[in-house]
């Protein structure tokens, strides 16, 4: 059982019921230039109407974004995220090919823990303030990863001790000692949720962020 399911037991319901239809609600931001490059966004517990905004952002970079709910995609095993990837390669505005996926909090930790793990659907993660509180087995989970991984934490989230940045840090250090593409950037004085829109938004970490989220996207799906 993992952390969410445990603390959050409405959520879990739905993602049960979810994990047995694998039916998500999706919205799609298409490039200026009309079709683009996948980039597949898994929301936070808040739901995908709370990154809408950093979803919209992403799309003009010029990447075809489908933004899925993240809560869905809790208890699914890894399915939900892949159900997600399937359905986002079958909009009308995606070039085919491997999807980037960025994940925020409940789905940062989905993005994180199963999407690195798919290097012939996943070219590379982004995770802003993921959950990582349910991965026990930290070296075995920097064993498993594939396809490279950023990822953002905040110095002071304490959001239910999901996502803390000690644990930020130990994942960073085994993936290193495993000599895989892991990279952590971490921000003094933010919080959990400091997305553009969100609970503590927090304008510099967040500028930055966006702009190593852009140029990282630039790496994992070039033109």
Request: with cysteine; hydrophobic share 45%.
């Amino acid at each position: 059982m993992s952390f969410f399911s445990r603390v959050l037991p409405a959520a879990a319901a739905f993602a049960c019921m979810a994990a047995s239809a694998i039916v998500y609600a999706q919205q799609e931001f298409p490039p200026p230039q009309g079709k683009g490059r996948l980039v597949v966004v898994a929301s936070g517990m808040s739901g995908p109407e709370h990154y809408t905004t950093v979803s919209r952002e992403i799309a003009q970079l010029g990447y075809d974004v489908v933004l899925f709910d993240g809560n869905a995609m809790e208890g699914t095993h890894g399915d939900g995220v892949k159900a997600a990837i399937a359905q986002a390669q079958q909009m009308p505005h995606a070039l085919p090919g491997k999807a980037a996926v960025v994940g925020f909090s409940l789905g940062g930790g989905m993005a994180l823990y199963y999407a690195s793990q798919w290097p012939d659907l996943v070219a590379g993660v982004v995770a802003w303030y993921p959950a990582t509180t349910f991965i026990k087995d930290v070296p075995g989970f920097a064993a498993r990863l594939k396809v490279p991984v950023l990822m953002f934490a905040g110095e002071k989230d304490t959001f239910r001790n999901c996502c803390l940045v000690e644990n930020a840090r130990n994942l960073a250090a085994a993936a290193k000692a495993a000599g895989q593409p892991f990279e952590l950037v971490t921000y003094p004085k933010t919080d959990h949720d400091f997305v553009k829109d969100g609970a503590h938004y927090n304008a510099d970490s967040y500028k930055d962020a966006f702009q190593r989220t852009s140029a990282r996207l630039k790496d994992y799906l070039p033109n």
